[in-house]
């Protein structure tokens, strides 16, 4: 009898860390999201809503953002346009969404993967379509980590990440 309790109690509290993992990931991803939507730039996203990795790349492309602009200034065509990363890289869409659902959530370990369906109601057809959001677990907080997109605008360059790599001419960011 005293087996069966245990294994009840320890169903319960699985399940209850689940739930609290499973709403943590869902309350991330709104932080997120409510800065996503003021901004609509990645530079401006506070870093303590994205992972180390995420935070290192965009810290790069700002880094050639800022050079590019020096040197077009520095040139005999100051008035060119510097290399800058245009559109929204945090969906597949060039505009990008603003409205979000979660579909679907699932957490192994310290990565989270959202199932989301997103839209675009600020344009006529409205769009909806189907990205994902990975956020990873650091120092104890969900941080979104990267995006994968779905079959629109970006879908070649199929993430957030994939993005920033190609912006920045690497496979393999250098070390840190």
Not at 50 to 76: F, G, H, R, T, V
Request: aromatic share 14%; charged share 25%; hydrophobic share 35%.
């Amino acid at each position: 009898m005293a087996k069966f309790i245990y294994l009840i109690l320890g169903c319960f509290i699985t399940v209850s860390c689940k739930n609290s993992d499973d709403q943590e990931v869902r309350n991330s991803f709104k932080n997120f999201n409510h800065f996503y939507q003021q901004q609509k730039d990645y530079r401006k996203i506070p870093k303590p809503l994205l992972s180390e990795n995420l935070i290192y790349y965009i810290d790069l492309a700002k880094q050639k953002d800022k050079q590019s602009a020096e040197n077009i200034k520095q040139s005999d065509f100051p008035t060119d346009k510097p290399e800058i990363i245009e559109g929204d890289i945090f969906s597949s869409l060039y505009e990008g969404f603003n409205e979000y659902k979660i579909l679907n959530s699932t957490i192994k370990k310290d990565t989270a993967q959202l199932q989301l369906e997103l839209t675009n109601t600020n344009f006529k057809p409205i769009t909806i379509w189907n990205d994902e959001c990975i956020l990873v677990k650091q120092n104890g907080q969900w941080k979104v980590d990267n995006f994968i997109f779905g079959k629109l605008d970006n879908a070649r360059l199929e993430s957030t990440q994939n993005i920033f790599k190609s912006f920045l001419h690497f496979e393999n960011p250098p070390e840190k």
